[in-house]
């Protein structure tokens, strides 16, 4: 018999595509996902620590399903991924009603940890470490056009802010040979761009044996026919090599983007969030990527509100983000998490100071961003379509290698899958409006 499957997934890409292997994997044990949570015979909760925002919405999801508990008692809760590895026994105290709690680890063993739930009706509790495997099962609701494949997981850097370490443990790569097998056959059905996952995605490779790096692998996955675009993140600027920036310059499908997150620019909060390098060596990669790559687009996180975050080390995150010229910037206000040594730290900073840097930062990065969108007008950029606009289905919608959002009029063509050259007419807040450029008047993108 058929069952239902109503999946919630919070926080990363990593998450995401989680999220998908669990679906493929249940699929094999008769679930059929659902959209409706009062529909379904299995809910699970895909949840992310990072942040306790991210935690307070699993436990007021957790709140509106346990009505739903009451009126259709063999339902079964699940809460899955980085806050069930962080927080364990704590959520079945809050929300007695979730039947199971597992971490990432335990995903490759969805299938049994449900069938164990459903024969015993007994709560359960996951969260050992276990040997990395890689998944490629999927639904068949995922998007083949563009598709996340995680090619390492774990995290060793000890950022004093970050639970990764705990959630997700220590750095694992997958093989080159895996990795390509599961892009060969997403690109066989249909797959046109790749985002290779890892939380420090530049440090991929070290771990293996024979010892590989990302930039061999990026040559690797070029090969594969099919793939026209290769991203990956999150890199971190203290693996950042030479070798790497020469790469997004020479392998000709990795596209030119790269997130960098700098976190601050203070050396003084660099240093207590140990993160490995000084604002002068974060600059100094900047202008190597900008030199090699000179067509190069930025991203960047940046956190805000560190404990002992001054006005002045604040100052210097701005500089930073108008020195570098970001075209995206992702500001976060600090957030104490439980085990980490930041959290412990005096000088915590009161909520109304990150609330006004956050929007200070945000309203410098904006101002930055406007400025690198306007002088995209008149240029003619490869746009990969991903078929009729949501807001008016005669333009099509695509992305540029530089990951902007870009409409054009197409008379109500799909032309999904396509790239095409698109001249920019227009530079939106947040997105990029063209035209179709025709064959011959391509130009640089
Ligand atoms: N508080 C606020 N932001 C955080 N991040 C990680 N940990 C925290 C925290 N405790 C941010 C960092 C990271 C992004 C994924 O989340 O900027 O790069």
Request: hydrophobic share 40%; aromatic share 4%; glycine share 8%.
């Amino acid at each position: 018999m058929i069952s239902k499957l109503h999946l919630i997934t919070y926080g990363c890409q990593m998450n995401e595509y989680d999220s998908e292997r669990v679906a493929g994997l249940l699929k094999a044990q008769q679930y059929e996902l659902t959209d409706r949570a009062d529909d379904a015979d299995l809910i699970l909760l895909n949840t992310c620590a990072i942040r306790e925002r991210a935690e307070d919405k699993v436990y007021s999801q957790l709140g509106a399903l346990k009505h739903l508990k009451r009126s259709r008692p063999h339902v079964i809760i699940g809460v899955m991924g980085c806050m069930a590895q962080l927080q364990q026994g704590k959520i079945q105290e809050r929300a007695p009603y979730v039947d199971l709690v597992f971490g990432s680890p335990a995903i490759a063993r969805v299938g049994e940890l449900v069938a164990r739930v459903k024969a015993g009706r007994r709560p359960l509790l996951e969260t050992g470490e276990a040997p990395l495997v890689k998944i490629t099962a999927k639904p068949e609701s995922a998007d083949p056009l563009r598709a996340f494949v995680t090619v390492m997981e774990g995290c060793e850097k000890h950022c004093t802010f970050c639970v990764v370490p705990t959630t997700r443990g220590r750095e694992r790569s997958h093989a080159p040979e895996v990795i390509c097998d599961e892009i060969r056959a997403l690109a066989a059905s249909g797959c046109r761009e790749v985002t290779l996952l890892g939380q420090t995605v530049n440090a991929y490779g070290r771990d293996l044996t024979p010892a590989t790096d990302l930039a061999e692998l990026l040559e690797r996955v070029n090969a594969i026919d099919g793939i026209e675009r290769i991203r990956f993140t999150t890199s971190n600027p203290y693996n950042l090599t030479t070798r790497l920036i020469r790469a997004i310059r020479d392998v000709p499908k990795v596209v030119e983007y790269l997130h960098l997150p700098v976190q601050s620019g203070s050396d003084r909060v660099l240093e207590r969030m140990n993160r490995g390098y000084t604002q002068a060596r974060y600059l100094e990669l900047i202008a190597e990527l900008k030199e090699t790559v000179p067509e190069i687009a930025l991203g960047t996180d940046i956190i805000v509100g560190f404990p002992g975050e001054t006005d002045e080390d604040f100052a210097r995150t701005v500089a930073v983000v108008e020195q570098v010229r970001y075209d995206n910037v992702f500001a976060f206000r600090y957030s104490r998490r439980p085990g980490t040594p930041a959290a412990g730290m005096p000088d915590q900073v009161p909520d109304q100071v990150k609330a006004a840097r956050n929007t200070e930062i945000l309203a410098a990065a904006g101002r930055v961003a406007a400025e690198r969108s306007a002088r995209l007008r008149g240029r003619v950029m490869d746009v990969l379509v991903d078929g009729p606009s949501r807001r008016n289905p005669a333009d099509a919608s695509g992305r540029t290698r530089c990951n902007r959002v870009v409409n054009f009029d197409a008379g109500g063509a799909s032309l999904r899958g396509a790239v095409l050259p698109v001249r920019i007419t227009e530079a939106l807040p947040h997105s990029l409006r063209g035209e179709l450029a025709g064959v011959g008047q391509r130009g640089v993108s």
